[in-house]
C-alpha cells in the first residue's frame, strides 16, 4: 500500500506527526508532499525537527497568495506528484487550502482520499476554511471523524458511507508528548505559573478587519491590566497590525513569534486560561484542563462550548467574559482514548 500525505500548514504539520509514526510502525510506504503554504521557519520547519516528522519527498514551495491562486498552484503542482508516483490513497488533514486542493486533484484522478478531521461545521458559511471542509468531505472516500458531533453533521448532509469515529488526532499528541513539554519558557518569560493569559489569534474574520482587530487588541489591553498576557503572534496578525498602524496596542502585552508545539504546550499547562481563534489550541486548552475564550462566531467544536469548557467572546465582550468566574468541569473523554492514529491506520490496511 502506498499513501501520500499532503501537508502544508501549522496546524497539520503537527498532526502528521501521530499518523507518520503510525505508518512506520506498520511497515506502510507513505510518502509526504509539502504543499509549502506555510513557510517561515518557526510556521514549519521547527515542527519537523521537534516532533521528529519524516522529511516530505517534494516541496510544491506555492507559499502565500491569494485564496484561487494558492488553491490552483498546489493543485498543478500536486497532479504532478500523483502522475509519478501513483498512490493508492491521498491522505489530507482539517480545512485549509491544501486539503481543498489535494482533494480535487485525488478525485479527478480516481485516487481514493481518506480526510482525517472530516464533518466539522462552522458559521459563517463563507469563512475559507468551512468551503474547504464541505468541499473536501463530499469527495471523499475515507471520513474520519475526531468527535460524535462530526459524525453528525455529516448524516444531515447524507454522508454516512465510510464516515468513522476515530478520536481527535491532536489528542494522541498532547498525550505522547506531554513529558516533553517545555517548561522553561513562560520563566524565560518572567511569568508565574497559573497567573497568565496564553493568547493567539489568525482568523482572517478577526484580524483582516482594522475595525474589529482594534476593538479586539483594545479588549486585550484591558484585560493585560489586570493579569499578564502572553500573545503569540501569527505572521499575518503581525503583517495586519503592521500595516493597520496597531502596534500600540500590543506593546504592553508579552509578545512572542510563533511557537514551537512544545513551547507552545508548556506555555498551556501552565497559563490560567486561553484566548484563541485557532482550531486546534481550544481542543488543547481541554486537553489541558484550561477555559477557553473562543473569538469566534461559532466553534466547529460545539461539546466545547455546550458543556462550558470554552466560551464563545467576540471584540465587545471579551474583556467581560474573561473576567466572570468559570470553573472548568471535570473532564469527560469527548475526543476519543488517544488511539487515534491507530484507528485510522487499522481502517486504511482493513479497506485498501
Ligand atoms: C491557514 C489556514 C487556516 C489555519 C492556519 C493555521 C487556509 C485558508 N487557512 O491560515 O485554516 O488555521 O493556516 O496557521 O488555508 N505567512 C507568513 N509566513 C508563513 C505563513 C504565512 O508570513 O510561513 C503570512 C503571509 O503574509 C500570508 C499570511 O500569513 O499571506 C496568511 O497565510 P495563509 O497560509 O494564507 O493563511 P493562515 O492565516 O496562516
Redesign the pocket.
Known sequence: MKIISLIG???QFIKEAVLCEEFKKNNINEIIVNSG????YN??DVFFKSLNIKKPKYNLNVG??K?GG?TGKIMIEFEKVLEKEKPDLVLIY?????TLAGAIVAAKMKIKIAHVEAGIRMIPKNM??EI?RVLTDRISDFLFCPSKKSVENLKKEGIAKNVFFTGDILYDLFLKMKNEFNLTTFKKLKLTPNKFILATL?R?YNVDNKEKLEKILKQLNLINKNIPIVFSL???TK?RIDDFNLNKYIKDLTITEPLDYLDLMGLLINCKSVITD??GLQKESYFAGKTGYILMPDAGWTELIDYKYNFLCDENNLFQKVSQKHIFPNISNLYGNGKTGQKIVDILKNNL
Open positions: 500548514n501549522r496546524p503554504q506555510h513557510y517561515d510556521m514549519a502565500s497568495g485564496h494558492m482539517g480545512d485549509t487550502n491544501t475559507p476554511e474547504n489568525h482572517d501569527h505572521p499575518r503583517k485557532s482550531g
